[in-house]
């Protein structure tokens, strides 16, 4: 069910990725530029408006009160409950360690200098409504604004067709310590967000999943605020060695096609034994599974192998198609992970699925999709902080240093950039 791709030719493989990622038509753009203005201009009666347009339901209260919220919480089962909670202890512990701390660098002549971290003052998550309810993404997005100290932690998410909450979500908001949830959803739940209207101040960065519109919605709005990403279809990249067992590697790679018919699943090993057993597995696995129709499309357009000469050059592969996840199903898997250098999340050994990152592990499901990360890292504290440089010259320290200021700003034919130390330096010498 892998096509397999000929070692000699890795190309083919970044070619099929790729085409995956096609761009958003200028068709939404223009429905989705008309939306932003819309909410720009009119605020909430613009959002009541979408609201019943798309999502079919009347909408007065925007915001879910605090006892509306807490209701659909307390609807949750016992043992969702229970997962939750220890999911959330888990995801908050690995992003502590990821708190960063301002320094300052004291110099010789009363020169210091420094940087402070500052977590963002508001940020907003969108979570998608319909069928798919996610409430593992709340925790993800939710609970690194939190530990990163942001005071104002806004979700979005589309009502239901009665206009009330999905229980699951209201719980996971409340577990992971968001402060305001909105009814709304699609490119103008992200108007919202960014420009603000009547009942929802805007923020400062917007973070979450959603579908075309609200992707094209996110580009069209950055600059205006930060976004985390455009997110691609999810892909899963396993390396494996002779000893993996095929029926673990197939259902890892179901996990990631089922999300969706342009999802890739993709196994690279140096034992052709292995990839026919997969092959096997992935066979008699998907059949069974609710959602054949999704899987055995996404196998048969982007489920791809390649037969590697050895786990090295399997490690040179992935590192040049930079997947979302990456699997070291190898039976020493901490040498390999040294050698990998792109790939938003690593999982370890046999045992490592990749569904415990997306649940319960700690580290976190939202990561760099379409090759990208080359360049980006996974959600975490990072994305909810700003730094603030700082500077502090003495007299003595211009005095010494005017000259070298003044050569820089003149040879950039900057005279006001010079002048401004260059003063300095002659109302000095007047003391």
Same mark, same amino acid.
């Given at each position: 069910m892998l096509e397999e791709i000929d070692a000699g030719n890795p190309e083919a493989l970044r070619k099929y990725l790729d085409s995956r990622s096609a761009e958003i038509s200028d068709d939404v753009l223009m429905k989705v530029s008309a939306i932003l203005r819309d909410v720009r201009e009119n605020g909430d009666a613009a959002l009541r408006k979408y609201t019943e347009q798309f999502d079919g339901v009347k909408v007065e209260d925007l915001r879910i009160s605090d006892e509306e919220l807490q209701a659909a919480a307390d609807a949750v089962s016992p043992s969702f409950k229970e997962a939750m909670e220890k999911a959330a202890a888990n995801i908050r512990s690995f992003h502590e360690a990821q708190k960063q701390n301002s320094y300052l660098i004291e110099k010789d002549a009363g020169v210091y200098l420094g940087e402070r971290v500052l977590p963002l003052s508001s940020c907003g998550i969108y979570v998608p409504g319909g069928r798919a309810q996610y409430p593992s993404s709340v925790l993800m997005n939710a609970i690194p604004a939190k530990v990163a100290g942001v005071k104002r932690i806004v979700m979005v998410t589309p009502p239901s067709k009665d206009g009330r909450l999905n229980p699951d979500i209201a719980f996971a908001a409340k577990l992971a310590g968001v402060d305001e949830v909105y009814r709304i959803g699609g490119a103008q739940a992200i108007a919202a967000l960014a420009y603000g209207t009547e009942s929802i101040p805007h923020v400062d960065k917007i973070t979450g999943p959603g579908n075309i519109f609200v992707a094209a919605a996110?580009?069209?709005?950055?600059?205006?605020?930060?976004?985390?990403?455009?997110?691609?279809?999810?892909?899963?990249?396993?390396?494996?060695d002779e000893k993996a067992d095929p029926a673990y590697l197939a259902a890892d790679l179901l996990s990631q096609a089922e999300h969706d018919p342009m999802a890739s699943a993709i196994l690279l090993t140096p034992s052709r034994p292995l990839l026919n057993a997969v092959n096997a597995e992935l066979e008699k696995q998907s059949a069974v599974l609710p959602k054949r129709q999704i899987v055995e499309a996404s196998l048969k357009n982007y489920g791809k192998a390649i037969v590697c000469q050895d786990i090295h050059a399997c490690i040179a592969y992935a590192n040049a198609i930079a997947p979302e996840h990456l699997e070291l199903m190898v039976e020493d898997p901490m040498p390999c992970l040294n050698e990998v250098?792109?790939?938003? !999340?690593?999982? +370890? &050994?046999?045992?490592?699925?990749?569904?415990?990152?997306? =649940?319960?592990?700690?580290?976190?499901?939202? $990561?760099?999709?379409?090759?990208?990360?080359?360049? !980006?890292?996974? +959600? &975490?504290?990072?994305?909810?902080?700003?730094?603030?440089? =700082?500077?502090?010259?003495?007299?003595?320290? $211009?005095?010494?240093?005017?000259s070298y200021i003044m050569t820089m700003a003149h040879q950039e034919q900057l005279e006001a950039h010079a002048r401004a130390a260059g003063i300095r330096v002659k109302n000095n010498e007047k003391d």
């Open positions: 996110k580009k069209l709005v950055f600059g205006k605020v930060a976004i985390d990403m455009i997110a691609g279809p999810s892909e899963i990249l396993a390396i494996a250098v792109n790939a938003g !999340s690593v999982f +370890l &050994g046999y045992y490592t699925c990749e569904s415990i990152g997306d =649940y319960f592990g700690g580290t976190n499901h939202v $990561l760099p999709t379409g090759g990208t990360a080359r360049f !980006s890292s996974a +959600l &975490g504290v990072d994305a909810f902080i700003k730094k603030s440089c =700082y500077l502090h010259y003495s007299k003595e320290a $211009l005095e010494r240093d005017a």
